[in-house]
């Protein structure tokens, strides 16, 4: 029963496969072989326009990369308070962008709201020395809480970014448990939404280890390869991670894993709601589930080998996980069972 | 006939295998699994005494967080102006230290003279504000051309470090390959001569991607955790490092994958050195071979398929190349074959 | 009417008198003359102990440089939310740190709030490379809207630190002003209080330009000579900052300075309190002054020659003004004039 | 008899009146006061170009931010391997820049070769992550020993730095030597040779501190404002510098103040070459001059108090002092006197 995080998975065996089937023989390291050419050609199609593909070593590399790409002096990029890149990323973004700030907006359930990142972006208006200047803007689709913008709601953010001419950034740690949530394209999700720069997910949906940038125009990435160098995110042997991302995307294996993953937690969700025991805390669409369960069905579950963190409640969240209650995050996974999911179930 | 790189092979079937092998399943994230623990235990088995170790995804990420580790205001760090760190990494030794420099030391074949290392120190001496401060001295073993410093260089090196209290740092991208070539123990050429940082590099010698930063003295890293993940080299799926490392080192196979690559540039030393037309640039003892060939031989290996780069010939380094001719580097890997090497003797 | 900012002001006559005293003659650069030394006396001297001086160019600087001197990878400093540092200081703070954090604390009027510090900091501990470390925490005394921590307050957040063992900054842009509103001395305000380091500004207060970092244990400034160099803030004709400062401590001008300053910020408090058509926005010590005003009042001072800056109603505050109210800064100086504070409050 | 720099000196009497005739009064803060606008638009009107200027603290802050205006990742500024800003200047360039990276060319008598320039420069074409890219090209006029660039020696080196469209920076620490040893006008020396960013000192010719950016094309100063404030070099009391320059610039003040230190330099070169027991070092026409002198001399002029500094010997540079010799540097300034000048002859 492992619902700590996605990223205790292993490796998707058609994944494992291609890797060992890339083993053998020559290709030109650095990301110039044949089939790292034949990977970024299939992001092209995948997201129907010509797009520039960046791999690199973990997805808070993704977000501090593509943050560096439009990084400038003074600069503040806008995020969720709680997202990721705010508030578990150790400082990687403001490192690796030269020490631009981040700026965390308000929004319910994991969601920038778009009044709010209004208004945080007109404390830097006009820009100025002393206060510094908008430099970007920000989202996680799916969100750190299991939650998903709609197509509406990205395009309210980009509305408001794009007024300014801000670049804007989705961190898709989860991209295709929030793609295949929505049951829209690739391109539905993101340029089309104005989404300049994607943080493209693999590592949580079956792969080892696959990140990408994703540019969507591709002349903004013009000094993407010596950025991504000089923060030593080059793969040498960088086919390892090409011919992950050929079998991910292969057959639309990708999107199978994260229907899988998020039908997972909706058998989870279902059967929590059941419960008289336990209650969901919020709704949530993607392939992790909150809920409030009473601290002594949570003890058990642990015993019984159930792996699972407990969650601090969001601020201005209600109602409060009363004193004999805790409020608990879930994460399936590709490898999830229904058979753990619904041995779960009994045991809380 | 592949000798462009060691980093143009993929990864050894054994170690292809045990990836696969550890791809099922739920493990901890973020290097805290039993497998992971377990092939901490095993460097400290093979290194003789308790080590820290931190994987890191390039050999850059390695060779710029080991210096991190020990960065200072006003840093500079003394390498062989040749060395990789100085040459070839873009900067991200200077950008993940905060800015430190970089000074580049003379000395023949890709060894750091120490008379020269010491008067380059001396020039930083007394640490001053305007000039700054010396920080560290990393070597390379092997170097990027080819030869491997002895014990008794290793320890020239050390002694001119230590007298100035500077941690001394080894870029061993080609780690193995060196200790084979000199045949002595992992101990015997890192801590026992002064070294206090490794990287230890495991992705030329038959591994996907595997780079380790080893400190022998773990109080020297308490850092480490936060500037590794500051930088974005933490990885989630950190076992498939691991898996990676436990079949590497498992029966010793790291020494046999550097005893076959060695064993192959020897092989090519001796086919190039009986034939008129050609001669060994300088004498090397690890898996790089460097030669001054005939340019119409070149041309005519490269038709028939042969892979290799040409080299700029060191400064001070006589006698040069005569106008028909072209100074080559020659790389060899776990995956050359006799076969490659005597066609490649046979068509030059 | 000059109430825009204490920066509008230029020097006081004796410390330009003393400027071109030292303007002949040869001295020895860097911070190496016998002047520098006696004002670095004359510091210990004032704080009762032996500290260590810093001389830089600008308060963000000392701030900044104050800070990094205890940067640590993945740090994050706590200060208050509307904090000069944070709120007006173009991310320097971050950048000459090498890319920390900062993080807003709470508190009504300006203070830091120790129970929110408190909350605040535990949101980092235990220390984890994903949300990084605490690293210091910065009070800035006089606070930027006016008030003043109480001796008593200052111990409550120095014992939040002290009980973490996180360095205790002081930025003190308005020192003075602080300290004789307090009436208390120097030290009673300072490292008697837990502070390790002090932003002592002295421009505010009928400098020129003469700013420096105080440490209070002399052992933790070992490095700021190379801090300082590498952020090009080491002033060569150092004696231009040390001529000034002798002049500004010498027969306590700088405590007469800030005294008339307040008596100014008392007599705009005073007038402004018995008009009905104006009230203070709150209670200010220092030589800052908040009120609610008349909009159409606003106008016509400054038709009239006031110069003052509209101030953002801080989060929370209340009650607002009305919709035919303004809430204005007016800050006075040790060349504010009885005079124009009386014409000010005749034309309000 | 002081030689040991020109920043041993203080300020000119006019420079340090005018200060005072400016401290009083109120003015618009952070650059933004009429004086500021006055003295910006002089600079116009002294180089016959709207040219955009910033100040700052001091020449390392003039030289790392003139870099940082044009700073990309990977990048690689060129600069004389003795440069002030390679050799003194702490790592400053590197860590305001973002780490990019310097690289020292060779050159007789401080002077970059523009054969080793471009030598230097083809290390890094074509420019590629792994060797970084080529960013700037810095030249220091007058040189750091006292020589100064012909017009045709900069228009060598601009040729290779527009050819390769590389933004030319000129340190200008000594601009005012250099002008009026080669008696042409600002705009002659600068922009109408190439230069687009120069460092324009006046603190080692009178002032006390007052070093400007100036950038030819406004447009390249676009984030200027943010990147000076992110480095904490913007001056609230502004004026207090525009004050000094003010003076500076009236009636070329600047340039008679340059032309004495100049003949003071002349004068101790005339002096010293008439004696048979010393030797000019290399031919120098700014404000420096080095000798060779016996030990014994030296010894006995310090005893009568000169100062000054002994100087390591350039590389390659011929025939060495002999064992009882050494190799010294005088530095001459607005403030040398012609006694002292004799003086000093005298005793040597």
């Not at 065996?13 to 650095?30: C, K, V």
């Not at 990687?92 to 969601?111: S, Y």
Request: hydrophobic letters at 45%; a negative charge; one cysteine or more.
């Amino acid at each position: 029963m492992h619902f700590a995080s996605d990223n205790w998975s292993g490796a998707h065996p058609r994944i494992a496969e291609n890797l060992t089937h890339h083993a053998s023989g020559f290709a030109p390291a650095y990301g110039t072989s044949d089939l790292d050419k034949a990977v970024e050609d299939r992001f092209s199609a995948i997201f129907e326009r010509e797009v520039a593909v960046f791999f690199v070593a973990t997805g808070t590399a993704a977000n501090s990369l593509a943050l560096a790409s439009v990084a400038k002096a003074g600069g503040v990029s806008f995020c969720h308070a709680d997202a990721h890149v705010n508030a578990d990323e150790g400082g990687a973004p403001e490192f690796l962008t030269g020490a631009t700030r981040l700026f965390g907006v308000e929004g319910d359930e994991g969601r920038i709201n778009p009044k709010a990142l209004e208004a945080a972006i007109s404390r830097f208006e006009p820009a100025s020395p002393h206060h510094g200047r908008a430099m970007a803007v920000t989202v996680t689709q799916a969100t750190e809480v299991g939650t998903v913008y709609s197509l509406e709601e990205l395009d309210a953010i980009a509305t408001v970014a794009k007024a300014r001419n801000l670049p804007l950034h989705m961190d898709g740690a989860r991209f295709a448990n929030a793609l295949v949530a929505l049951d829209v394209s690739p391109a539905e999700m993101t340029w089309k939404r104005g989404i300049d720069m994607l943080s493209f997910g693999g590592t949580k949906n079956g792969c080892w280890c696959a990140e990408a940038i994703v540019f969507f125009d591709p002349d903004m990435a013009a000094d993407m390869p010596f950025i991504r160098k000089r923060s030593a995110q080059l793969f040498s042997k960088s086919r390892f991670i090409s011919a992950q991302l050929e079998a991910y995307l292969d057959g639309d294996l990708w999107l199978d894993l994260a229907r899988h993953s998020n039908a997972m937690a909706d058998r989870l969700r279902a059967g929590l709601s059941q419960k008289s025991t336990t209650r969901l805390a919020w709704e949530t669409t993607a392939n992790e589930v909150f809920a409030v369960i009473e601290t002594s069905s949570a003890d058990r579950a642990r015993e019984k080998g159930a792996r699972f963190h407990p969650w601090q409640p969001p601020q201005g969240w209600l109602p409060l996980p009363e004193q004999n209650q805790t409020l608990i995050r879930l994460v399936t996974s590709f490898a999830t069972t229904e058979e753990e999911v619904d041995q779960f179930i009994e045991v809380v």
